[in-house]
C-alpha cells in the first residue's frame, strides 16, 4: 500500500520559480536515499538532487544553486524548491526513495513546463 505522489508542478515563465512536493503514505521502512528525477521524453531519466538520511545532498550541475531540496520527515514529505526556471528544466520531475533494504519506490510524476 506504499503511495509516492508529487504535487506542485505546472507551467512557469524562465526565471520563475516552482516548489514540488513528495508526499510519502504507507509503511516505508526506514529511508536510505531520496530524490528528485526528471525525465525529457525520448531522452535518459536523470537526477536532479537527492538526499541521504544523513542528511548529505547531491545536485546535478545543471541545477545547483538553482534548485533545494528539503524533507520533513514528521509529515512524509520531500520538496524541491526550484528558482530561476529556465526552458530546458522543462521535464516530468519524479519522487524516488529507497529504504535500507534498497526497495524502490517511485511516483507517477508531475509536468514542469519552463515557456515564455
Known amino acids: 500500500q506504499v503511495q509516492i505522489v508529487e504535487s506542485g508542478g505546472g507551467l512557469v515563465q524562465p526565471g520563475g520559480s516552482l516548489r514540488l512536493s513528495c508526499l510519502a503514505s504507507?509503511?516505508?521502512?526506514?529511508?536510505?536515499?531520496r530524490g528528485w528525477y526528471r525525465q525529457v521524453p525520448g531522452k535518459q531519466r536523470e537526477v536532479v538532487a537527492t538526499?541521504?538520511?544523513?542528511?548529505?545532498?547531491f545536485y546535478a550541475a545543471s541545477v545547483e544553486g538553482r534548485f533545494t531540496i528539503a524533507t520533513d520527515d514528521a509529515k512524509n514529505t520531500m520538496t524541491l524548491q526550484m528558482n530561476n526556471l529556465r526552458p530546458e528544466d522543462t521535464a516530468v520531475y519524479y519522487c524516488r526513495l529507497v529504504d535500507h533494504s534498497r526497495r524502490d519506490y517511485w511516483g507517477r510524476g508531475t509536468q514542469v513546463t519552463v515557456s515564455a
Open positions: 504507507g509503511s516505508i521502512e526506514s529511508i536510505y536515499v
Open positions: 538526499t541521504t538520511s544523513g542528511g548529505s545532498t
